[in-house]
């Protein structure tokens, strides 16, 4: 089965250290959940072996922008030019996700379309921080430029574990993204959590509207995601793993081991993303 990570954050021990050692806000939530033994760096080559090791044919790495909700200040700022070098370094493996600073307005939109094509096959947004719900005006040139370039948008929703306000990622807000920009792929990211069926409902609904199960481990998905994924929903719901908070082995067991067709089971791991973000 083809297998994608839909979202894989930077795998270097760089990466790693800048993401979930150096800010304090995801620090925080490191020791909480006792990732620490996870936090793992590789060099690109040991992790294209892990993911051979575990048959992930292809990963998303986005060059995340996350704000201090505190100070309103960047502490995920992963250079874009960083991810390219992923994406060189292991080209039909890596891919980029371009990632959203509403701040950075028509600047920010045009480094959006300059990196789309350069290995860089959507957008990213994580927008606790920012203090904006997933459907303030700020984001929509950069919704707008993603519907033009025909490339999706993966964007968290649902709670935040950081100390971030979560209703700015409730799901039902991608109901008006989703009106308002029918020709554009949205994909909600972390399962929707706690309004997974709020989720469900707009991926439903939405001929435009994914569902992202990053971040969460399989054995803790909501049985309507798991049932929505085998059924009416096949298609809809892609893999994802938010790397390193979950790692591929387990994850990959709990699944193979879920009531669902293969069929379903082949869209669910990657054959939906495949499509969806044009991989070669």
Same mark, same amino acid.
């Given at each position: 089965?083809?297998?994608?990570?839909?979202?894989?954050?930077?795998?270097?021990?760089?990466?790693?250290?800048?993401?979930?050692?150096?800010?304090?806000?995801?620090?925080?939530?490191?020791?909480?959940?006792?990732?620490?033994?996870?936090?793992?760096?590789?060099?690109?080559?040991?992790?294209?072996?892990?993911?051979?090791?575990?048959?992930?044919?292809?990963?998303?790495?986005?060059?995340?922008?996350?704000?201090? +909700?505190?100070?309103?200040? $960047?502490?995920?700022?992963?250079?874009?030019?960083?991810?390219?070098?992923?994406?060189? !370094?292991?080209?039909?493996?890596? +891919?980029?996700?371009?990632?959203?600073?509403?701040?950075?307005?028509?600047?920010?939109?045009?480094?959006?379309?300059?990196?789309?094509?350069?290995?860089?096959?959507?957008?990213?947004?994580?927008?606790?921080?920012?203090?904006?719900?997933?459907?303030?005006?700020?984001?929509?040139?950069? +919704?707008?430029?993603?519907?033009?370039?025909?490339?999706?948008?993966?964007?968290?929703?649902?709670?935040?574990?950081?100390?971030?306000?979560? !209703?700015?990622?409730?799901? %039902?807000? %991608?109901?008006?993204?989703?009106?308002?920009?029918?020709?554009?792929?949205?994909?909600?990211?972390?399962?929707?959590?706690?309004?997974?069926?709020?989720?469900? !409902?707009?991926?439903?609904?939405?001929?435009?509207?994914?569902?992202?199960?990053?971040?969460?481990?399989?054995?803790?998905?909501?049985?309507?995601?798991?049932?929505?994924?085998?059924?009416?929903?096949?298609?809809?719901?892609?893999?994802?793993?938010?790397?390193?908070?979950?790692?591929?082995?387990?994850?990959?067991?709990?699944?193979?081991?879920?009531?669902?067709?293969?069929?379903?089971?082949?869209? $669910?791991?990657?054959?939906?993303?495949?499509?969806?973000?044009?991989?070669?």
């Amino acid at each position: 089965m083809t297998v994608v990570d839909i979202w894989c954050n930077v795998f270097t021990e760089a990466g790693i250290d800048s993401l979930f050692r150096t800010p304090a806000e995801v620090a925080e939530v490191v020791g909480w959940w006792g990732m620490g033994s996870r936090l793992n760096g590789r060099p690109v080559d040991e992790f294209v072996k892990h993911m051979d090791d575990n048959e992930v044919d292809a990963v998303l790495v986005p060059s995340a922008r996350m704000a201090s +909700y505190s100070t309103r200040q $960047l502490i995920w700022n992963v250079p874009d030019e960083d991810v390219q070098e992923l994406v060189t !370094a292991a080209p039909g493996r890596v +891919y980029g996700l371009v990632g959203i600073d509403p701040f950075e307005g028509m600047a920010g939109v045009r480094r959006l379309e300059h990196w789309v094509g350069q290995g860089f096959v959507g957008a990213h947004l994580h927008p606790y921080g920012f203090g904006l719900p997933v459907n303030d005006r700020k984001f929509y040139p950069f +919704y707008a430029k993603c519907s033009e370039l025909g490339v999706p948008v993966v964007m968290q929703v649902g709670h935040s574990a950081e100390r971030m306000p979560s !209703a700015m990622g409730r799901p %039902i807000l %991608i109901d008006d993204i989703a009106l308002d920009f029918p020709e554009l792929s949205i994909v909600g990211a972390h399962t929707g959590w706690p309004w997974v069926e709020e989720l469900v !409902a707009l991926a439903w609904k939405h001929p435009n509207v994914y569902i992202g199960t990053s971040a969460h481990h399989p054995r803790y998905w909501d049985p309507a995601l798991i049932s929505f994924a085998a059924t009416r929903g096949r298609g809809k719901v892609l893999f994802g793993t938010d790397w390193p908070v979950v790692d591929y082995p387990d994850a990959r067991t709990a699944i193979d081991t879920m009531t669902m067709k293969d069929e379903a089971r082949r869209l $669910l791991l990657g054959d939906a993303a495949k499509k969806l973000f044009r991989l070669g």
